[in-house]
């Protein structure tokens, strides 16, 4: 085993998506977060649709139903949290107008201008931020919004360590006035920005470390499981640090 820390993209999806199954969102994130950036959004009535990109399970899926009348598409890669999704609407009965399908966020499967609203919470650096915000642009109607959450630095200089291990996690991590040029550069007009609060990230690293404790004892003995764990300890290790 090299010294050198693996960063969570570089282990099996199947690893992945047990250790995020159990989880009402796959990421950092809470419904009161989620409530106000839906405040920047003006105009969303019954006739709106709403796509959440990269749902997962729909965490925050449910609270943008429960907080407008629109037609919402949940779109996942992976059919077994298309599958709770499903039934997470179901149980909140609001299987009418919140649809949870199998999809990839490099192929929508939408038409030209027929969203007033995108939303993205933990998911676009999947396709990379830059690629993400270009290509769905046409996907929004004239006036539509895009509601995305990015990882960024604070500030234009940090500790190496740290720089290290998001560069490799994410080679596009930038500054937050570099990622809103990125939006004008797109052709968007940016209405808000904010940074998430620091609880949102210490109540994340909170259940992650539960998890890795829980995952470790069933996957006893396997090697490939330990070293993701440890992958996932060190990014929350350096987010305590600095
Ligand atoms: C960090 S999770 C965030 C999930 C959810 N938005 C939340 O905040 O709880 C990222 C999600 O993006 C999904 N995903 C990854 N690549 C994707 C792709 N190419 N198309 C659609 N979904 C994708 C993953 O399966 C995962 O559910």
Same mark, same amino acid.
């Given at each position: 085993?090299? @010294?050198?820390?693996?960063?969570?993209?570089?282990?099996?999806l199947n690893i992945i998506y047990e250790f995020f199954s159990n989880t009402e969102r796959?990421?950092?994130?809470?419904a009161k977060e989620t409530l106000k950036a839906l405040s920047?959004?003006?105009?969303?009535?019954e006739k709106s649709k709403i796509a959440d990109i990269g749902c997962g399970t729909g965490g925050q899926t449910m609270v943008l139903a429960q907080n407008t009348a629109s037609e919402i598409i949940g779109v996942e890669l992976w059919s077994d949290f298309v599958k709770q999704f499903n039934q997470n609407a179901q149980n909140q009965n609001l299987q009418d107008r919140v649809k949870g399908v199998v999809g990839n966020m490099e192929n929508l499967p939408f038409q030209e201008e027929e969203l007033d609203l995108i939303w993205s919470e933990g998911a676009?650096?999947?396709?990379?931020?830059?690629?993400?915000? @270009?290509?769905?642009r046409k996907f929004l109607k004239l006036g539509g919004y895009i509601a995305v959450t990015e990882n960024t630095w604070f500030s234009e200089e940090r500790p190496?360590?740290? +720089?290290?291990?998001? +560069?490799k996690?994410?080679?596009?991590?930038?500054t937050i006035s570099n990622k809103v040029a990125q939006m004008q550069k797109a052709g968007y007009l940016p209405v808000a920005t904010y940074v998430l609060p620091e609880t949102i990230w210490t109540d994340f690293y909170t259940w992650q470390?539960?998890?890795?404790?829980?995952?470790?004892k069933?996957?006893?003995? @396997?090697?490939?499981?330990?070293?993701?764990v440890a992958s996932e300890r060190y990014e929350a290790e350096l987010y305590y640090k600095y």
């Open positions: 085993m090299s @010294n050198e820390k693996q960063t969570i993209h570089e282990f099996d796959q990421g950092p994130g809470s920047f959004i003006d105009g969303l009535t676009i650096y999947n396709i990379g931020f830059e690629r993400g915000i @270009n290509e769905w190496a360590e740290i +720089q290290d291990f998001w +560069q996690a994410y080679p596009e991590i930038d470390t539960l998890r890795c404790d829980s995952f470790l069933k996957h006893h003995g @396997n090697k490939t499981i330990e070293e993701f």
